[in-house]
């Protein structure tokens, strides 16, 4: 079944760091990819999304490019800052999941100043 | 003005017990749905409702009992608690019938300790 697979955390930057997480996906067909991130104590907000391939996804500095033919869904930000601390999960909808969101096991991201 | 919200936030109960947890969107969405999210921050589809129609049923036991009044509503209902129970639950809505393209708005989540 489909399935995201994220990297292992915790990743631990200073201020100001380039920051990559990984994240692969297993699909059938055209998935869409997204970014949620969970700020401590919160719900999920989306962050970014892309919805064919090639397509890339922005918000707050953060990016990420579908990319099909090495089925990833990278997040990146040029520069982390201390407000960035959350855990991250990568997720995909597809035809096989229905309606549902299927989410990677989350990456927490900690950012000393 | 919140979105999709939850009540309530926290709840600690003994094991045995009969527990309910209401979430509500005024987004105007026609889906919602419940997430599972396990103490290694792993989260699962439990259910989803389409306009108070039950689409997702997803494995998980029949002591967990969803319930959609309107469709702004959809309630979690958990007969005899166990400890496993114990998790955080999303609710989250979609304004169609969450088709590949569509965002879930999550709520807050209601923290589950089953003692």
């Known amino acids: 079944g489909d399935s995201v697979t994220q990297m292992e955390g915790p990743v631990t930057l200073s201020e100001e760091a380039f920051l990559t997480i990984n994240c692969t996906y297993t699909a059938t067909g055209y998935p869409s990819l997204f970014w949620y991130v969970q700020y401590p104590g919160e719900g999920l907000q989306l962050l970014l999304k892309a919805t064919k391939a090639d397509d890339k996804g922005s918000n707050k500095g953060f990016e990420a490019t579908y990319r099909k033919e090495t089925t990833s869904f990278h997040l990146e930000k040029g520069s982390v800052q201390v407000s960035d601390s959350a855990v991250y999960f990568c997720a995909l909808s597809s035809s096989q999941a229905g309606t549902a969101l299927i989410f990677g096991k989350g990456t927490t991201l900690s950012v000393s100043s | 003005d919140t979105a999709v919200s939850q009540t309530p936030k926290y709840l600690v109960t003994q094991m045995g017990n009969d527990k309910s947890i209401k979430c509500e969107q005024n987004l105007g969405h026609d889906t919602m749905y419940w997430y599972k999210q396990d103490s290694k921050k792993f989260l699962k589809i439990m259910f989803s409702y389409n306009n108070k129609e039950l689409i997702i049923n997803e494995t998980v036991p029949n002591r967990f009992s969803p319930k959609s009044p309107d469709k702004a509503h959809l309630n979690l209902h958990i007969n005899s608690l166990e400890l496993g129970d114990s998790a955080v639950y999303f609710c989250?809505?979609?304004?169609?019938?969450?088709?590949?393209?569509?965002?879930?708005?999550f709520g807050p989540g209601t923290r589950l300790l089953v003692l």
């Open positions: 989250a809505s979609t304004q169609g019938t969450g088709g590949l393209r569509e965002t879930q708005y």
